[in-house]
């Protein structure tokens, strides 16, 4: 199994980025999928998840209301819309899958892809 982030990088407070991770290897729409990210000296927190079926989805407080979840299970791809960035949405982002896709919520991951970074300027 392979979970490939792709789309970070450097945007300015209230700008917009789109990340996408791959997946492969795995019947797609049979998983749970969700974006995590870690900053610099703190813990791995969750972002964002999506059911195997998409149609339940979740979000940490943080983000709700600025960044979408969705998936294209014919490209095997989640997304995470990220708008109206922050400086504090500064750091890497993981994608993360889990069996079965039944909820949106994710206890224990079985695969991580390697992150993407995401740097907000003020």
């Known amino acids: 199994v392979q979970l490939v982030e792709s789309g970070g990088g450097l945007v300015q407070a209230g700008g917009s980025l789109r990340l996408s991770c791959a997946a492969s290897?795995?019947?797609?729409?049979?998983?749970?999928m969700a974006w995590f990210r870690q900053a610099p000296g703190k813990e791995r927190e969750f972002v964002a998840g999506?059911?195997?079926?998409?149609?339940?989805?979740d979000y940490a407080g943080f983000v709700r209301g600025r960044f979408i979840i969705s998936r294209d299970d014919g490209e095997k791809t989640v997304y995470l819309q990220m708008n109206s960035l922050k400086p504090e949405d500064t750091a890497a982002y993981y994608c993360?899958?889990?069996?079965?896709?039944?909820?949106?919520?994710?206890?224990?991951?079985?695969?991580w892809g390697q992150g993407t970074q995401v740097t907000v300027s003020s």
């Open positions: 999506i059911s195997g079926s998409g149609d339940k989805v």
């Open positions: 993360a899958a889990e069996y079965p896709g039944i909820t949106a919520t994710m206890n224990s991951p079985e695969y």
């Open positions: 290897g795995l019947i797609f729409d049979r998983f749970t």
